[in-house]
């Protein structure tokens, strides 16, 4: 089993994510890929600040990553997050997983970004037009 994890405050590109996790053995890869949305709650939002703690995050994104793999059968898995200032449609986090067959892949990827927005240090603050606030990464 590989595992690719990174922060970066650089542009992510999901299509190299995917690539990565590619696997002769794997008949599925799941992506997901989460986008900055224009508006929380019906308030417009102007931009997203991300912050992690970047040694704690690697950690526990490998973390997830190993605890995926004792629950399916993944091949690759890859957990990119993105860190400071995000603008409207910029991708902030992709989780790309390869597995022999759909429904573990699927699952596998489910796990890794709803244990990834509980677990890891990494913070958002939302920035609108009126005024910004810190939330918590997850719903």
């Not at 190993?66 to 910029?90: C, F, M, N, T």
Request: hydrophobic share 45%; with cysteine; glycine share 6%.
């Amino acid at each position: 089993m590989e595992i690719f994890v990174h922060i970066s405050d650089l542009a992510l590109n999901a299509g190299e994510v995917s690539q990565m996790v590619q696997s002769p053995s794997c008949g599925a890869i799941d992506i997901f890929v989460g986008t900055v949305r224009n508006q929380t709650k019906g308030k417009a939002v102007v931009r997203l600040d991300f912050e992690a703690y970047k040694p704690m995050a690697l950690k526990e994104m490998t973390k997830i990553a190993e605890q995926a793999a004792e629950k399916w059968p993944v091949d690759k898995i890859a957990i990119y997050h993105r860190v400071g200032s995000l603008d409207i449609g910029d991708i902030a986090v992709v989780i790309a997983v390869s597995t022999p067959h759909r429904q573990a892949s699927f699952e596998a990827c489910k796990y890794a970004i709803d244990t990834l927005k509980e677990t890891v240090p990494i913070w958002k603050k939302e920035i609108f037009e009126d005024g910004e606030v810190w939330v918590a990464a997850h719903p």
